[in-house]
């Protein structure tokens, strides 16, 4: 059984610094390809970020060069550091796990999440302005 639990979502002000976490258990030590998926008020859910267990990472260009993600495959934990955070960042923000194929063809722009077979609950980003 494969579980994915997020941490790390709060309330900030525009500009502020947010850290997420999350931490994947797997059944066996397997190589991975991991993402970040948001989700705003009346929005279709984006991808964010993704990461291999490599540690090769891809943005979306709407959060390049303010977020950035980090994983640690022996702890099956990726972060998603989010700075200078604006008010349209506001989102559920979701962590997703598929097989490590998937990050070579992952398009955060156009993915609709289903190369990722399992999803965290979700945490939840605010920023206000």
């Known amino acids: 059984q494969v579980d994915l639990v997020e941490s790390g979502g709060g309330s900030v002000q525009d500009g502020g610094s947010l850290t997420l976490s999350c931490v994947a258990r797997?059944?066996?030590?397997?190589?991975?390809?991991m993402a970040w998926f948001r989700q705003g008020p009346g929005k279709q859910r984006e991808g964010v970020a993704r990461?291999?267990?490599?540690?090769?990472?891809g943005y979306a260009d709407s959060v390049k060069g303010r977020f950035t993600i980090r994983g640690d495959h022996a702890k099956n934990t990726v972060w998603l550091q989010l700075n200078s955070l604006r008010s349209e960042d506001t989102a559920m923000y979701y962590c997703?796990?598929?097989?490590?194929?998937?990050?070579?063809?992952?398009?955060?722009?156009?993915?609709?999440?289903?190369?990722?077979?399992?999803w965290g609950q979700g945490t939840q980003v605010t920023v206000s302005s």
């Open positions: 997703a796990l598929g097989n490590y194929p998937v990050c070579r063809t992952f398009v955060p722009e156009s993915s609709d999440g289903s190369e990722f077979a399992h």
């Open positions: 797997l059944p066996s030590y397997r190589p991975w390809c």
């Open positions: 990461i291999d267990s490599d540690g090769n990472g």
